[in-house]
Protein backbone atom coordinates (compact mmCIF):
# COMPACT_ATOMS: atom_id res chain seq x y z
CA UNK A 1 0.00 0.00 0.00
CA UNK A 2 1.62 3.44 -0.36
CA UNK A 3 0.98 7.00 0.74
CA UNK A 4 -1.41 7.12 -2.29
CA UNK A 5 -3.57 4.29 -1.90
CA UNK A 6 -4.55 5.81 1.65
CA UNK A 7 -5.33 9.12 0.35
CA UNK A 8 -7.75 8.32 -2.02
CA UNK A 9 -9.65 5.86 -0.08
CA UNK A 10 -9.86 8.67 2.46
CA UNK A 11 -11.29 10.63 -0.21
CA UNK A 12 -13.48 7.28 -0.96
CA UNK A 13 -14.43 7.45 2.63
CA UNK A 14 -15.33 11.26 2.81
CA UNK A 15 -18.05 10.55 -0.44
CA UNK A 16 -19.26 7.79 1.29
CA UNK A 17 -20.03 9.84 4.41
CA UNK A 18 -21.49 12.66 2.23
CA UNK A 19 -24.89 10.08 2.17
CA UNK A 20 -24.98 9.83 5.83
CA UNK A 21 -28.84 9.08 6.86
CA UNK A 22 -30.19 8.77 2.88
CA UNK A 23 -29.25 5.18 1.86
CA UNK A 24 -30.91 2.97 4.79
CA UNK A 25 -31.59 -0.11 4.29
CA UNK A 26 -28.37 0.03 2.26
CA UNK A 27 -24.78 0.84 3.41
CA UNK A 28 -22.90 4.15 2.95
CA UNK A 29 -19.86 3.48 -0.03
CA UNK A 30 -17.69 5.53 -1.74
CA UNK A 31 -15.61 5.08 -5.03
CA UNK A 32 -12.61 6.42 -6.27
CA UNK A 33 -11.59 5.45 -10.16
CA UNK A 34 -7.83 7.01 -10.47
CA UNK A 35 -5.76 6.92 -13.62
CA UNK A 36 -1.91 7.72 -14.14
CA UNK A 37 -2.02 9.10 -10.28
CA UNK A 38 -4.78 11.67 -11.48
CA UNK A 39 -8.45 11.10 -10.11
CA UNK A 40 -10.83 10.72 -12.79
CA UNK A 41 -14.12 9.52 -11.69
CA UNK A 42 -15.74 9.66 -8.16
CA UNK A 43 -19.02 8.28 -6.80
CA UNK A 44 -21.35 8.14 -3.99
CA UNK A 45 -24.39 5.69 -3.03
CA UNK A 46 -27.22 8.50 -2.47
CA UNK A 47 -29.82 6.21 -1.84
CA UNK A 48 -31.59 2.77 -2.22
CA UNK A 49 -32.48 1.53 -5.75
CA UNK A 50 -30.39 4.01 -7.25
CA UNK A 51 -27.00 2.85 -8.81
CA UNK A 52 -24.25 2.07 -6.32
CA UNK A 53 -21.12 4.19 -5.90
CA UNK A 54 -18.62 2.09 -8.35
CA UNK A 55 -21.36 2.50 -11.14
CA UNK A 56 -21.59 6.83 -10.70
CA UNK A 57 -17.67 6.69 -10.25
CA UNK A 58 -17.09 4.09 -13.72
CA UNK A 59 -19.64 6.75 -15.52
CA UNK A 60 -17.74 9.73 -14.88
CA UNK A 61 -14.92 7.96 -15.36
CA UNK A 62 -15.78 6.82 -18.90
CA UNK A 63 -12.98 6.06 -21.19
CA UNK A 64 -10.47 6.76 -18.81
CA UNK A 65 -11.66 3.95 -16.56
CA UNK A 66 -9.54 1.52 -19.29
CA UNK A 67 -6.39 0.74 -17.09
CA UNK A 68 -7.38 2.64 -14.20
CA UNK A 69 -7.31 1.96 -10.41
CA UNK A 70 -10.67 1.63 -8.34
CA UNK A 71 -11.18 2.69 -4.74
CA UNK A 72 -14.07 1.32 -3.00
CA UNK A 73 -15.09 1.60 0.69
CA UNK A 74 -17.21 -2.04 0.71
CA UNK A 75 -16.47 -5.23 -1.54
CA UNK A 76 -18.15 -4.36 -4.91
CA UNK A 77 -21.58 -6.51 -4.68
CA UNK A 78 -21.99 -10.00 -6.86
CA UNK A 79 -25.26 -10.80 -7.02
CA UNK A 80 -28.43 -9.60 -9.13
CA UNK A 81 -30.03 -7.09 -6.91
CA UNK A 82 -32.22 -3.68 -7.72
CA UNK A 83 -29.38 -2.83 -9.72
CA UNK A 84 -26.92 -5.50 -12.01
CA UNK A 85 -23.35 -6.65 -9.87
CA UNK A 86 -20.86 -4.02 -9.59
CA UNK A 87 -18.28 -6.43 -9.84
CA UNK A 88 -18.83 -6.80 -13.56
CA UNK A 89 -19.35 -3.67 -14.31
CA UNK A 90 -15.88 -2.97 -12.72
CA UNK A 91 -14.71 -5.81 -15.01
CA UNK A 92 -16.53 -4.44 -17.99
CA UNK A 93 -15.19 -1.22 -17.30
CA UNK A 94 -11.58 -2.57 -18.22
CA UNK A 95 -10.08 -1.37 -14.30
CA UNK A 96 -6.56 -3.01 -13.88
CA UNK A 97 -6.73 -2.87 -10.03
CA UNK A 98 -9.54 -3.05 -7.23
CA UNK A 99 -8.47 -1.65 -3.55
CA UNK A 100 -11.37 -2.64 -1.33
CA UNK A 101 -11.19 -1.38 2.19
CA UNK A 102 -13.53 -4.09 4.16
CA UNK A 103 -15.36 -7.14 3.04
CA UNK A 104 -19.69 -6.76 2.75
CA UNK A 105 -20.49 -8.75 5.49
CA UNK A 106 -23.61 -9.46 3.37
CA UNK A 107 -24.05 -13.11 3.24
CA UNK A 108 -25.18 -12.74 -0.36
CA UNK A 109 -21.70 -11.37 -0.86
CA UNK A 110 -19.33 -12.06 1.79
CA UNK A 111 -16.22 -12.55 -0.91
CA UNK A 112 -17.63 -13.25 -3.94
CA UNK A 113 -17.15 -9.97 -5.31
CA UNK A 114 -13.72 -10.51 -4.63
CA UNK A 115 -13.20 -13.08 -5.65
CA UNK A 116 -15.17 -12.72 -9.31
CA UNK A 117 -12.65 -9.80 -9.95
CA UNK A 118 -9.88 -12.12 -9.30
CA UNK A 119 -11.24 -14.62 -11.63
CA UNK A 120 -11.03 -12.24 -14.11
CA UNK A 121 -7.76 -10.97 -13.54
CA UNK A 122 -7.64 -7.87 -11.58
CA UNK A 123 -5.55 -7.35 -8.97
CA UNK A 124 -7.78 -6.66 -5.94
CA UNK A 125 -5.97 -5.32 -2.47
CA UNK A 126 -8.29 -5.60 0.83
CA UNK A 127 -8.40 -4.05 4.04
CA UNK A 128 -7.04 -0.14 3.35
CA UNK A 129 -8.98 1.95 6.16
CA UNK A 130 -10.89 -0.91 7.19
CA UNK A 131 -11.54 0.35 10.82
CA UNK A 132 -12.57 3.51 9.21
CA UNK A 133 -15.19 1.88 6.81
CA UNK A 134 -16.45 -0.51 9.23
CA UNK A 135 -17.09 2.53 11.46
CA UNK A 136 -18.36 4.36 8.55
CA UNK A 137 -21.68 1.68 8.39
CA UNK A 138 -21.53 0.52 12.20
CA UNK A 139 -25.22 0.03 12.48
CA UNK A 140 -24.91 -2.23 8.61
CA UNK A 141 -21.97 -4.56 10.28
CA UNK A 142 -23.45 -4.79 13.74
CA UNK A 143 -26.99 -5.58 12.51
CA UNK A 144 -25.77 -8.15 9.40
CA UNK A 145 -23.71 -9.38 12.37
CA UNK A 146 -26.11 -10.29 14.91
CA UNK A 147 -29.77 -9.65 13.80
CA UNK A 148 -29.81 -7.41 16.71
CA UNK A 149 -29.98 -3.03 16.44
CA UNK A 150 -26.90 -1.16 16.76
CA UNK A 151 -27.66 0.12 20.64
CA UNK A 152 -26.20 3.81 20.89
CA UNK A 153 -27.05 5.27 24.50
CA UNK A 154 -27.62 8.90 24.63
CA UNK A 155 -27.65 10.55 27.70
CA UNK A 156 -27.91 14.48 28.94
CA UNK A 157 -26.24 15.11 32.73
CA UNK A 158 -25.33 17.51 34.47
CA UNK A 159 -21.70 17.57 35.36
CA UNK A 160 -22.34 15.58 38.47
CA UNK A 161 -23.76 12.63 36.06
CA UNK A 162 -27.19 13.65 37.51
CA UNK A 163 -30.20 13.18 34.62
CA UNK A 164 -32.91 14.64 36.90
CA UNK A 165 -33.38 16.84 40.25
CA UNK A 166 -34.16 14.20 42.96
CA UNK A 167 -37.74 15.38 42.71
CA UNK A 168 -37.69 14.19 39.00
CA UNK A 169 -37.45 17.41 37.10
CA UNK A 170 -35.26 17.09 34.03
CA UNK A 171 -36.30 20.14 31.82
CA UNK A 172 -33.63 21.10 30.59
CA UNK A 173 -30.60 19.95 31.56
CA UNK A 174 -28.91 20.37 27.84
CA UNK A 175 -28.89 23.90 26.09
CA UNK A 176 -31.11 24.35 22.92
CA UNK A 177 -28.17 23.19 20.72
CA UNK A 178 -27.63 20.15 22.25
CA UNK A 179 -31.69 19.43 21.97
CA UNK A 180 -31.35 19.97 18.23
CA UNK A 181 -28.85 17.44 18.16
CA UNK A 182 -30.64 15.08 19.47
CA UNK A 183 -33.42 15.71 17.08
CA UNK A 184 -30.89 15.37 14.19
CA UNK A 185 -30.00 12.00 16.05
CA UNK A 186 -33.54 10.53 16.06
CA UNK A 187 -34.30 11.08 12.59
CA UNK A 188 -31.08 9.50 12.34
CA UNK A 189 -31.83 5.77 14.06
CA UNK A 190 -34.92 3.29 13.28
CA UNK A 191 -36.30 3.47 16.81
CA UNK A 192 -35.97 5.27 19.79
CA UNK A 193 -36.35 3.43 23.28
CA UNK A 194 -37.44 4.40 26.76
CA UNK A 195 -38.63 3.10 30.28
CA UNK A 196 -42.23 3.54 31.16
CA UNK A 197 -40.97 5.69 34.30
CA UNK A 198 -39.64 8.57 31.79
CA UNK A 199 -43.08 8.22 30.55
CA UNK A 200 -45.15 8.97 33.71
CA UNK A 201 -42.42 12.17 34.54
CA UNK A 202 -41.75 14.32 31.28
CA UNK A 203 -44.73 13.04 28.94
CA UNK A 204 -42.18 13.16 26.29
CA UNK A 205 -43.31 12.98 22.51
CA UNK A 206 -39.89 11.12 21.09
CA UNK A 207 -40.28 12.61 17.92
CA UNK A 208 -37.78 14.10 15.57
CA UNK A 209 -38.32 18.33 15.33
CA UNK A 210 -37.41 20.85 13.88
CA UNK A 211 -38.27 24.48 14.81
CA UNK A 212 -40.50 22.63 17.01
CA UNK A 213 -42.53 21.09 14.22
CA UNK A 214 -42.38 17.01 13.95
CA UNK A 215 -40.70 16.73 10.56
CA UNK A 216 -39.08 14.33 8.00
CA UNK A 217 -38.94 10.61 8.70
CA UNK A 218 -39.75 9.33 12.14
CA UNK A 219 -38.42 6.22 14.23
CA UNK A 220 -40.53 4.01 16.31
CA UNK A 221 -41.30 4.38 19.43
CA UNK A 222 -40.59 2.08 21.80
CA UNK A 223 -41.35 1.94 25.56
CA UNK A 224 -40.53 -0.74 28.21
CA UNK A 225 -42.93 -1.61 30.64
CA UNK A 226 -44.01 -4.64 32.20
CA UNK A 227 -47.02 -3.90 33.93
CA UNK A 228 -48.85 -1.20 31.18
CA UNK A 229 -48.45 1.96 33.38
CA UNK A 230 -48.33 3.80 30.93
CA UNK A 231 -50.99 6.55 30.85
CA UNK A 232 -53.54 6.02 28.11
CA UNK A 233 -53.78 9.83 27.03
CA UNK A 234 -49.72 10.12 27.31
CA UNK A 235 -48.56 11.69 24.05
CA UNK A 236 -46.57 8.47 22.72
CA UNK A 237 -50.25 6.76 22.16
CA UNK A 238 -52.22 9.57 21.85
CA UNK A 239 -50.36 12.05 18.95
CA UNK A 240 -50.02 10.27 16.17
CA UNK A 241 -47.31 11.59 15.23
CA UNK A 242 -45.40 7.91 14.99
CA UNK A 243 -46.13 4.17 15.65
CA UNK A 244 -45.44 3.02 19.34
CA UNK A 245 -44.39 -0.33 20.42
CA UNK A 246 -44.48 -1.61 23.93
CA UNK A 247 -43.23 -4.34 25.26
CA UNK A 248 -44.79 -5.78 28.55
CA UNK A 249 -44.79 -8.78 30.30
CA UNK A 250 -47.93 -11.25 31.74
CA UNK A 251 -47.75 -9.41 34.62
CA UNK A 252 -49.81 -6.49 32.48
CA UNK A 253 -53.82 -6.47 32.65
CA UNK A 254 -55.37 -7.66 29.65
CA UNK A 255 -58.22 -4.46 29.65
CA UNK A 256 -55.36 -2.41 29.87
CA UNK A 257 -53.76 -3.89 26.96
CA UNK A 258 -56.79 -3.58 24.83
CA UNK A 259 -57.56 -0.28 25.65
CA UNK A 260 -53.84 0.79 24.30
CA UNK A 261 -54.40 -1.44 21.07
CA UNK A 262 -57.62 0.58 20.08
CA UNK A 263 -55.64 3.42 20.50
CA UNK A 264 -53.65 2.38 17.65
CA UNK A 265 -50.63 1.17 19.90
CA UNK A 266 -48.77 -1.98 19.89
CA UNK A 267 -48.73 -4.43 22.64
CA UNK A 268 -46.19 -7.13 22.55
CA UNK A 269 -46.20 -9.54 25.53
CA UNK A 270 -42.74 -11.09 26.39
CA UNK A 271 -43.20 -14.48 28.46
CA UNK A 272 -40.19 -14.00 30.21
CA UNK A 273 -40.63 -10.26 31.09
CA UNK A 274 -39.20 -7.37 29.52
CA UNK A 275 -35.65 -8.42 29.28
CA UNK A 276 -33.20 -6.39 27.30
CA UNK A 277 -31.73 -9.10 24.85
CA UNK A 278 -35.33 -10.60 24.19
CA UNK A 279 -36.26 -6.78 23.40
CA UNK A 280 -33.55 -6.90 20.52
CA UNK A 281 -34.09 -10.20 18.90
CA UNK A 282 -37.69 -9.00 18.90
CA UNK A 283 -37.17 -5.68 17.55
CA UNK A 284 -33.90 -6.96 14.59
CA UNK A 285 -36.83 -9.14 13.97
CA UNK A 286 -38.72 -6.06 13.06
CA UNK A 287 -35.74 -5.03 10.75
CA UNK A 288 -34.88 -1.97 13.29
CA UNK A 289 -30.99 -2.08 12.70
CA UNK A 290 -30.68 0.76 14.96
CA UNK A 291 -31.74 1.96 18.22
CA UNK A 292 -31.40 5.20 20.55
CA UNK A 293 -32.10 3.96 23.96
CA UNK A 294 -32.89 7.70 25.68
CA UNK A 295 -33.05 6.38 29.08
CA UNK A 296 -34.46 7.25 31.83
CA UNK A 297 -31.62 5.57 35.00
CA UNK A 298 -33.05 2.48 35.31
CA UNK A 299 -33.39 1.30 31.61
CA UNK A 300 -29.54 2.54 30.89
CA UNK A 301 -28.24 0.29 33.64
CA UNK A 302 -30.09 -2.80 32.45
CA UNK A 303 -28.61 -1.82 29.09
CA UNK A 304 -24.77 -1.54 30.45
CA UNK A 305 -25.83 -4.86 32.92
CA UNK A 306 -26.48 -6.57 29.47
CA UNK A 307 -23.43 -5.38 28.09
CA UNK A 308 -25.91 -4.07 25.05
CA UNK A 309 -24.28 -0.72 24.31
CA UNK A 310 -22.23 -0.74 21.07
CA UNK A 311 -21.85 3.15 21.24
CA UNK A 312 -22.44 6.32 24.31
CA UNK A 313 -23.26 9.65 23.37
CA UNK A 314 -23.32 11.81 26.45
CA UNK A 315 -24.21 15.23 26.84
CA UNK A 316 -22.78 17.31 29.95
CA UNK A 317 -23.90 20.33 31.42
CA UNK A 318 -22.00 22.88 33.18
CA UNK A 319 -24.57 22.81 35.92
CA UNK A 320 -24.48 21.17 39.28
CA UNK A 321 -27.49 19.38 40.97
CA UNK A 322 -26.52 17.35 43.47
CA UNK A 323 -28.27 14.99 45.48
CA UNK A 324 -28.13 11.32 46.59
CA UNK A 325 -31.81 10.60 45.49
CA UNK A 326 -30.91 12.80 42.08
CA UNK A 327 -31.07 9.66 39.79
CA UNK A 328 -27.39 9.57 37.39
CA UNK A 329 -26.90 8.71 33.60
CA UNK A 330 -27.09 4.99 34.55
CA UNK A 331 -28.61 3.05 37.22
CA UNK A 332 -29.17 -0.24 37.64
CA UNK A 333 -27.28 -2.36 40.22
CA UNK A 334 -23.80 -1.23 38.63
CA UNK A 335 -20.25 -3.20 38.65
CA UNK A 336 -18.37 -3.78 42.37
CA UNK A 337 -15.28 -3.50 41.25
CA UNK A 338 -12.66 -0.55 39.12
CA UNK A 339 -11.72 -3.24 36.69
CA UNK A 340 -15.34 -4.10 35.76
CA UNK A 341 -16.09 -0.63 34.44
CA UNK A 342 -16.24 -0.60 30.91
CA UNK A 343 -13.91 1.63 29.21
CA UNK A 344 -14.66 3.59 25.87
CA UNK A 345 -12.73 3.71 22.79
CA UNK A 346 -12.26 6.10 20.31
CA UNK A 347 -13.60 9.21 22.09
CA UNK A 348 -14.27 12.21 20.75
CA UNK A 349 -14.57 15.21 22.95
CA UNK A 350 -16.63 17.97 21.34
CA UNK A 351 -17.82 21.61 23.09
CA UNK A 352 -21.89 22.29 21.84
CA UNK A 353 -22.43 25.78 21.88
CA UNK A 354 -20.25 27.55 25.36
CA UNK A 355 -22.57 25.65 28.04
CA UNK A 356 -22.45 21.74 27.24
CA UNK A 357 -20.09 19.15 26.37
CA UNK A 358 -20.64 16.16 23.62
CA UNK A 359 -18.70 12.70 24.41
CA UNK A 360 -18.70 10.21 22.32
CA UNK A 361 -17.51 6.78 22.63
CA UNK A 362 -17.52 3.12 21.88
CA UNK A 363 -17.58 0.28 24.96
CA UNK A 364 -15.29 -2.12 24.74
CA UNK A 365 -16.98 -5.39 26.34
CA UNK A 366 -14.47 -7.58 27.80
P1 LIG B 1 -36.95 4.67 33.48
O1 LIG B 1 -37.47 5.67 32.53
O2 LIG B 1 -35.65 4.05 33.20
O3 LIG B 1 -38.08 3.54 33.57
C1 LIG B 1 -37.87 2.46 34.43
C2 LIG B 1 -39.06 1.57 34.44
O4 LIG B 1 -39.17 0.89 33.20
C3 LIG B 1 -38.90 0.48 35.46
O5 LIG B 1 -39.31 0.93 36.71
C4 LIG B 1 -39.78 -0.60 34.90
O6 LIG B 1 -41.11 -0.40 35.33
C5 LIG B 1 -39.73 -0.38 33.40
N1 LIG B 1 -38.90 -1.42 32.78
C6 LIG B 1 -39.38 -2.46 32.05
N2 LIG B 1 -38.39 -3.23 31.66
C7 LIG B 1 -37.24 -2.72 32.14
C8 LIG B 1 -35.90 -3.13 32.07
N3 LIG B 1 -35.51 -4.22 31.40
N4 LIG B 1 -34.98 -2.39 32.72
C9 LIG B 1 -35.33 -1.28 33.39
N5 LIG B 1 -36.61 -0.85 33.49
C10 LIG B 1 -37.57 -1.56 32.87
O7 LIG B 1 -37.00 5.24 34.96
P2 LIG B 1 -36.05 6.08 35.91
O8 LIG B 1 -36.87 6.41 37.10
O9 LIG B 1 -34.76 5.43 36.11
O10 LIG B 1 -35.77 7.41 35.10
C11 LIG B 1 -36.76 8.39 34.97
C12 LIG B 1 -36.18 9.77 35.28
O11 LIG B 1 -35.11 10.03 34.38
C13 LIG B 1 -37.18 10.87 35.12
O12 LIG B 1 -37.04 11.76 36.19
C14 LIG B 1 -36.76 11.56 33.84
O13 LIG B 1 -37.03 12.95 33.89
C15 LIG B 1 -35.28 11.32 33.81
N6 LIG B 1 -34.75 11.25 32.44
C16 LIG B 1 -33.73 12.06 32.10
C17 LIG B 1 -33.14 11.96 30.85
C18 LIG B 1 -31.94 12.78 30.51
O14 LIG B 1 -31.24 12.45 29.55
N7 LIG B 1 -31.63 13.83 31.22
C19 LIG B 1 -33.64 11.05 29.82
C20 LIG B 1 -34.72 10.23 30.30
C21 LIG B 1 -35.24 10.34 31.56
P3 LIG B 1 -42.07 -1.67 35.46
O15 LIG B 1 -41.40 -2.57 36.46
O16 LIG B 1 -43.36 -1.14 35.86
O17 LIG B 1 -42.07 -2.28 34.09
ZN1 LIG C 1 -22.95 -2.85 -6.16
Known sequence: MSEHDWQHMALALELARSAKGQTAPNPLVGAVVVKDGMVVGLGTHVKAGEPHAEVHALRMAGEHAKGADLYVTLEPCSHQGRTPPCARAVIEAGIRRVVVAVE??????AGAGIRLLQEAGLEVSVGICAAQAKRLNEVFFHYIGTKKPFVTVKTASTLD?????RTGHSRWITGEESRKRVHRLRREHDAILVGVQTVLADNPEL????DGEVRGRQPLRVILDSRLRIPADARVICDGHAPT???TSDKAPSARQQELEQRGVEVVRLPDGVGIERVLESLGQRGVTSLLVEGGSAVNGSFLEAGAIQKVIQFFSFKLIGGQGAPTSYGGQGFAEMQDAIPLADVEVEMIGSHDLCITGYPVWG
Open 104 to 109: DPNPRV
Open 161 to 165: GKIAT
Open 207 to 210: TARE
Open 245 to 247: LIY
